[in-house]
Antibody, heavy 117, light 110 residues
Framework: QAQLVESGGGSVKPGGSLRLSCEGS????????MTWIRQVPGEGLRWISY????????NHADSVKGRFTISRDNAKNSMFLHMNSLRVEDSGVYFC??????????WGQGIPVIVSS | QSVLTQPPSASGSPGQSVTISCTGS?????????VSWYQQFPGKAPRLIIY???KRPSGVPDRFSGSKSDRTASLTVSGLRAEDEADFYC??????????FGGGTKLTVL
C-alpha cells in the first residue's frame, strides 16, 4: 500500500528550529519529485518546497527561502524539511506529497508545527 | 492571501451539477495547462481528483470534470451526492518548480 508518513513536528519558540521527516513505503520513492505543502487550520493550502527525484534540484517559496532547506535520502525512502529561524506565521499542518504530472497525487497524513512564544 | 481566486462557498441539491471557478493570471493558469484539483474532508489530507486541467486519476468518478479558459479553470461536479460535501482546492504550476493554490471552496450539498 502506497503511503507517506510525516514525523518531527511539534511546538517551538520563534527563532527555533525543527526538522520534518517524510518516509515513503509501497512506492518507487526515487522515481518522483516531492514537495512540502502547508495548511493553516481553516485556511487554504500553500506550496512550500520542491525537490527533484535525485535531489539535485530544489526550490522554496519566497516566504521561507534562506530559512528552510529540503533534502532527501532515496536509499532510506525519506525526505526532510529543515526549518530554521521559525516564525509564528510558519505554523500549520505540513503535508509531504509525491509529485507527478505537475500535481500532487499522494499525500501524507500531515504533521502539525506550532511556533509560539 | 492565496494567489488563485476561488469562491469561498458553493452549493447544490442532490442530483444537480455545481461548478467551482479558479481564477489566476498569465503566469500560472493562463500560461500552463497544468491545473489540478483536490478534495479534502475535515481532518483528512487532500486527495487529487483532477490533473492537467481535465484528467482524472484512477478511481475518481467521472462525475468530476475539469476545464480551463484563458486564466480561469473550473471544476464541475455532476449528479451531486451527499458524500461530495467537502472542501475543494485548485492549484496551478507556475514555472520554475513552483506551484500556487486557491483559497478553497466549501461545497455544501443541500
Amino acid at each position: 500500500q502506497a503511503q507517506l508518513v510525516e514525523s518531527g513536528g511539534g511546538s517551538v519558540k520563534p527563532g527555533g528550529s525543527l526538522r520534518l521527516s517524510c518516509e515513503g513505503s509501497g512506492i518507487p520513492f526515487s522515481d518522483d519529485y516531492m514537495t512540502w505543502i502547508r495548511q493553516v487550520p481553516g485556511e487554504g493550502l500553500r506550496w512550500i518546497s520542491y525537490i527533484s527525484s535525485t535531489g539535485r534540484y530544489t526550490n522554496h517559496a519566497d516566504s521561507v527561502k534562506g530559512r528552510f532547506t529540503i533534502s532527501r535520502d532515496n536509499a532510506k525512502n525519506s525526505m526532510f524539511l529543515h526549518m530554521n529561524s521559525l516564525r509564528v506565521e510558519d505554523s500549520g499542518v505540513y503535508f509531504c506529497t509525491r509529485g507527478r504530472n505537475h500535481a500532487f497525487d499522494l499525500w501524507g497524513q500531515g504533521i502539525p508545527v506550532i511556533v509560539s512564544s | 492571501q492565496s494567489v488563485l481566486t476561488q469562491p469561498p462557498s458553493a452549493s447544490g441539491s442532490p442530483g444537480q451539477s455545481v461548478t467551482i471557478s479558479c481564477t489566476g493570471s498569465t503566469s500560472d493558469i493562463g500560461r500552463f495547462d497544468l491545473v489540478s484539483w483536490y478534495q479534502q474532508f475535515p481532518g483528512k489530507a487532500p486527495r487529487l481528483i483532477i490533473y492537467e486541467v481535465n484528467k482524472r486519476p484512477s478511481g475518481v468518478p467521472d462525475r468530476f470534470s475539469g476545464s480551463k479558459s484563458d486564466r480561469t479553470a473550473s471544476l464541475t461536479v455532476s449528479g451531486l451526492r451527499a458524500e461530495d460535501e467537502a472542501d475543494f482546492y485548485c492549484s496551478s504550476y507556475a514555472g520554475y518548480n513552483l506551484w500556487v493554490f486557491g483559497g478553497g471552496t466549501k461545497l455544501t450539498v443541500l
